[in-house]
């Protein structure tokens, strides 16, 4: 698991570097393809879920803007200012990563700089509740009140996730809820947490390629993302580099 989400965790690190204005994210697609392939890894949003009629065709998600998660690599080029989020999965040995940041491209103004912030910072508010003994709904409403208390919003229709050997196992881990409910979280369990927030209405809808899921109201939106091994003490983040 380690060593899958490392591999992640590189990719996202290269994408750091890549992103500018200018760079389309069907590039950024194929940088990413190439460092998974490298360690003899398999992108795993690539053809997901199998069987499907509109399986994903791309390595990463590129999510752009209003794009709020599950974005369609392809020739878009990324403008100064603009906000994307970069999701990623690779398969290693039978042992799936996943994590997810979103970044900025060129110089960005400080309401956006907000955003992104708020949304990185509910990710570690909903990892520090993340230990044994505490129950999903602990992190679900970390989460959710870090959010809405700085006035954003959470996306409700697409939660955080058990992983391992399947890239989204039990438990689900929305970003809203209650303190004391859901499953109890185990020593070893792993589970991928990832708030998507929302600058206006909670409201989403997919857009026609089947795939990109959109503010309905095209306000500004941010995503972050960390595979976590939870313990008794503070969680282990599998996806931090
Ligand atoms: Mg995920």
Redesign the pocket.
Known sequence: MRRANQIVAEVLQLMRERVAPGVTTAELDELAEAVIRGHDAIPSFKGYPPGSANPFPASICASVNDELVHGIPGPRVLQEGDIISV?V?AILDGYHG???VTLPVGQINAQVQKLMEVTEGSLYAGIAAARAGSRTGDISVAIQSYVEGRGYNVVREYT??G?GRE??EDPQVPNYGKPGTGPQLRKGMTV?L?PMVLAGDSCVRVLDDHWTVVSCDRNLTAHF?H?IAVTDGDADILSRL
């Open positions: 999701d999965g996943d994590a997810a955080g996730h992983i890239m989204h991928a990832e993302e595979t």
